[in-house]
């Protein structure tokens, strides 16, 4: 157990995707045992045994579960709520992080006090670089979340949840940088 609380809360939100959920969760079982990590999962309603199988992970997981989904934008703030970390890592469960893709990501954070949230690069399985505005993963600082309300606050009709919420942090006056040492990969 951790004794002094967690550097990072790694937070996802999952519905009806326990096969990625678990390829997702193995990658992050790769982290070195430096970082003190946890990972805060909202299981939003599934309906496919995502539940079961999360009661027969062992290790360091808080779990949620929503009988109902709740949508993503709510379910992050449900697993924020559940976080403790200074640094909150908002990661798709259909994504694979690649070796050293955290370490990288807390330094682009760290070393600059203007910067809010930092993205890595992407990569789909064609190769091809995910860009623009839905990105499958944000680390951001828990002072700029809750500075702007998190995704609660940043929702607008219309606008998809993620988009809405980097836009709400750089309205706050903080950067949201993407980081392009930092890789994962998308896999449907």
Same mark, same amino acid.
């Given at each position: ?11 996802? @939100?999952?519905?009806? /995707? /326990? ?10 079982a ?6 003190? !990590?946890?990972?805060?999962? @909202?299981?939003? $309603? ?5 539940a ?6 062992? #290790?360091?997981? =808080?779990a ?6 709740? #949508? !993503? ?26 070796? #050293? ?16 949230a930092?993205?890595? *690069? ?16 944000? /680390?951001? *600082?828990?002072?700029?979340y809750?500075?702007? #309300? $998190?995704? /609660?606050?940043a ?8 988009i ?6 750089e *309205?706050?006056?903080?950067?949201? =940088? ?11």
């Amino acid at each position: 157990m951790l004794t002094e609380g967690p550097e990072v809360s790694i937070v996802m @939100v999952v519905r009806d /995707a /326990a096969a990625a959920m678990l390829r997702c969760l193995t990658a992050l079982a790769r982290l070195p045992a430096t970082i003190a !990590f946890e990972v805060v999962l @909202v299981d939003d $309603g599934s309906t496919d045994g995502t539940a079961d199988v999360l009661q027969g992970i062992e #290790g360091d997981i =808080v779990a949620v579960h929503n009988t109902e989904p709740a #949508g !993503f934008g709510p379910a992050c703030d449900q697993a924020v709520a559940a976080a403790s970390g200074p640094l909150l890592v908002i990661i798709g469960h259909e994504v694979v992080p690649v070796d #050293g893709w955290l370490q990288t990501l807390i330094a682009a954070v760290d070393g600059d006090l203007s910067i809010g949230a930092a993205r890595p *690069r992407a990569i789909e399985l064609d190769g091809r670089v995910a860009a623009g505005p839905l990105w499958p993963c944000l /680390a951001v *600082r828990r002072q700029a979340y809750e500075r702007s #309300g $998190g995704f /609660a606050a940043a929702s607008r009709p219309g606008v998809a949840d993620k988009i809405a919420l980097v836009a709400s942090l750089e *309205r706050d006056g903080w950067a949201v =940088v993407d980081e392009p040492d930092s890789l994962v990969l998308v896999v449907p």
